[in-house]
């Protein structure tokens, strides 16, 4: 170490670099403090015997940081939350006849976080609804949808049951009457029709609107069950 700090001062002319300038350390109050410092030999370049410059200084730098005035975040009600008109395309009739046939009876709208509308075709059932994505229609046959959507819950309750905890997950607990479950029908990667597998859901003592993402719901069936 010191046969290195001897050679860089040989190639300053015998003139060492200047300490490192003071550096500001947070006090947790939000002011910086500033280090101790050397005196400020203000800017200043640094050369060697050759006259090529080797270094250089700016002198002592302050910064500071201004405080400023503390805003209130508003509150979370209704007349703070701007409003967002969003243009509605026509509602979709049209309903291939095997599935108008299934019980699927009209479209709803979905909207996605950004605001994008789609469709979803919909079937009001005896404890709750089904919908099929317009994104995914074509892939869906009525006449085996309900087995695939049991199938697919079958598994994922398999599965849970494996698992350290030894109970079936949220199938099995009172609490949760209302099962709402995506399920997707397609692999992007190989480009063809899967078998219903659960995507994602939730599952509580009620069931929110805000659940169906139009970005999601278009390229999905999902099933809502009341199990109360």
Not at 55 to 82: C, D, E, R
């Amino acid at each position: 170490m010191r046969r290195e700090l001897r050679r860089r001062r040989a190639a300053l002319g015998g003139r060492a670099l200047p300490p490192k300038a003071a550096t500001a350390r947070s006090t947790g109050s939000g002011a910086p403090r500033a280090a101790a410092a050397p005196d400020d030999e203000g800017p200043r370049e640094y050369t060697d015997e050759d006259g090529k410059t080797v270094g250089f200084s700016t002198g002592l730098i302050t910064i500071g940081f201004g405080g400023g005035p503390t805003l209130p975040w508003p509150t979370a009600v209704p007349g703070n939350v701007p409003g967002a008109i969003i243009p509605l395309p026509p509602p979709r009739r049209d309903i291939p006849t095997a599935l108008r046939r299934a019980g699927f009876a009209g479209w709803l709208r979905v909207i996605g976080s950004g605001g994008r509308v789609g469709h979803a075709l919909r079937r009001d059932d005896p404890r709750g609804f089904t919908l099929i994505g317009e994104g995914v229609l074509d892939l869906v046959d009525p006449a085996e949808l309900d087995a695939e959507l049991d199938a697919a819950d079958e598994r994922e309750r398999e599965f849970h049951a494996q698992l350290p905890t030894g109970h079936a997950g949220p199938w099995e607990d009172p609490r949760y009457t209302q099962h709402y479950r995506l399920y997707t029908c397609f692999d992007g990667a190989r480009r063809r029709r899967t078998p219903l597998k659960a995507a994602r859901g939730t599952f509580g003592p009620s069931f929110s609107p805000a659940e169906l993402d139009g970005d999601e719901v278009r390229w999905h069936v999902a099933r809502l069950v009341d199990v109360s």
